[in-house]
């Protein structure tokens, strides 16, 4: 997770609360570039450091998390493209012995 990644993302969500119905770098109604920027101001702030440090550890253990900690169906296209590989490895470890 970035300090990028974060403000990009409060914006977003920002916008999803307001009533404007199409998001833009120019929307008065949420002002979402000036948003991002004081965002990104604030997590650069050298006065800040301790709490976004703290912040930023805790959002990178969640999404690493989420990532992570998911079990892969059987019939996952992730699932059948390991068997494959499993399957092409068995057979050239078995072309070479």
Do not use: C
């Not at 296209?77 to 070479?96: N, S, T, V, W, Y």
């Amino acid at each position: 997770v970035t300090k990028g990644s974060l403000a990009y993302v409060a914006t977003q969500i920002r916008f999803a609360l307001s009533s404007s119905s199409v998001f833009s770098r120019t929307d008065t109604v949420t002002d979402s570039e000036n948003f991002y920027h004081s965002i990104l101001d604030l997590l650069e702030d050298p006065d800040e450091i301790e709490e976004v440090n703290d912040l930023m550890t805790w959002w990178t253990r969640f999404v690493m998390h989420l990532f992570t900690s998911k079990l892969i169906s059987k019939n996952s296209a992730l699932a059948k493209i390991r068997e494959k590989r499993a399957a092409l490895r068995e057979l050239a470890a078995a072309g070479i012995n």
